[in-house]
T-cell receptor
Framework: SAVISQKPSRDICQRGTSLTIQCQVD?????MFWYRQQPGQSLTLIAT?????????ESGFVIDKFPISRPNLTFSTLTVSNMSPEDSSIYLC??????????FGPGTRLTVT | GQNIDQPTEMTATEGAIVQINCTYQ??????LFWYQQHAGEAPTFLSY????GLEEKGRFSSFLSRSKGYSYLLLKELQMKDSASYLC??????????FGKGTRLSVIA
């Protein structure tokens, strides 16, 4: 399985600001995803981070609000822009393994005040 | 489309056996996954079934029936540390997993 790290592990941000979350994988992976998990809820897919091209967003998520970069096969960033308290959540990076299983980073706990 | 259903909460006694069910409806089904998630932590991969039948892995086993769109996770000899959410997820090939809402299991003494 891949070893995935995320930075920061947690942050408290003010309304209207932006935060960029980094995800680093210890091996090259083709498929990398970003999920959000709000308190007491299950995982919601935000987007698939495509290497060398624009991310593929799920319904309800847009590039202006959640811009994603994927400069190479081991790294991606997710930015949460113009934050509001509703963006308070855990943001998780995930990569796909050989049998389509997914492995998750430790998550970034974001609180917006 | 993909529609995954699993119970919201379950409670079981330490040392007992518990079965967590999951039903799914998906086109292009490629496999059924189970994850464990402790409060405040990321989900961890438990098992993967692509063929019908039971896969055993220590105290945890997972079963799949493709014709019925049904899976279950069986936890034996329950321990307090098994208290967690258990997420069922399906896959349609080279696409991200779609997760159910999760079953919150409480193990009591």
């Amino acid at each position: 399985s891949a070893v995935i790290s995320q930075k920061p592990s947690r942050d408290i941000c003010q309304r209207g600001t932006s935060l960029t979350i980094q995800c680093q994988v210890d091996s090259q992976v083709t498929m990398m995803f970003w999920y959000r998990q709000q308190p007491g809820q299950s995982l919601t897919l935000i987007a698939t981070a495509n290497q060398g091209s624009e991310a593929t967003y799920e319904s309800g998520f847009v590039i202006d609000k959640f811009p994603i970069s994927r400069p190479n096969l081991t790294f991606s960033t997710l930015t949460v822009s113009n934050m509001s308290p509703e963006d308070s959540s855990i943001y998780l990076c995930s990569v796909q393994g050989a049998q389509y299983e997914q492995y998750f980073g430790p998550g970034t706990r974001l609180t917006v005040t | 489309g993909q529609n995954i259903d699993q119970p919201t909460e379950m409670t079981a006694t330490e040392g007992a056996i518990v079965q967590i069910n999951c039903t799914y409806q998906t086109s292009g089904f490629n496999g059924l996954f189970w994850y464990q998630q402790h409060a405040g932590e990321a989900p961890t991969f438990l098992s993967y079934n692509v063929l019908d039948g039971l896969e055993e892995k220590g105290r945890f086993s997972s079963f799949l029936s493709r014709s019925k769109g049904y899976s279950y996770l069986l936890l034996k000899e329950l321990q307090m540390k098994d208290s967690a959410s258990y997420l069922c997820a399906d896959n349609s090939g080279n696409t991200p997993l779609v997760f159910g809402k999760g079953t919150r299991l409480s193990v009591i003494a």
